[in-house]
């Protein structure tokens, strides 16, 4: 049923409980994860300016720092069986999270939710918020 899942991960302790739940989705058939961390574009300005680097070579840092930290990731759900592909994209995670179910035509999208309600979110919604209202796929969002 839920062969091909798309887990989409910013490292926190949220998503990491996340990637538990898809552990599971072993038993209920499924048979490959696309690993995928989108790095957020909006504010990369920014950061460059504070590390006195120029925006490509503050993506290639970050990019470099990605990769390292979907190693473990990926070895863990190797070693139960699932084919594993990883992908980083850059954008708006939201946006390119949907982007990413429709082009791999995923059976399921996998979240973790931080639950957080300080004013920014308030006004703009979360990640997992914003997805559960435009997603056309079944998606488990695991909260804190």
Known sequence: M???ILYATDFS??????????K?????GGREVILLHVIDRRG???LAKFSKKDVPEVLSDLEKKVTGEMLPLERE?????????KRIEK????????????EEEVSMIVVGSHGKSNIDQMLLGTVSYKLVKRVKKPILVVKK
């Not at 599971?24 to 209920?28: D, G, T």
């Not at 759900?77 to 594993?84: P, Q």
């Open 2 to 4: 839920f062969e091909k």
């Open 13 to 22: 302790e949220e998503a990491r409980k996340a990637l538990d739940y898809v």
């Open 24 to 28: 599971r989705l072993k038993e209920a």
């Open 44 to 46: 990369l300005d920014d």
């Open 77 to 85: 759900l190797k070693e139960l069986g699932y084919a594993v592909r």
């Open 91 to 102: 954008g708006g995670p939201c946006n390119e999270i949907l982007r990413v179910a429709d």
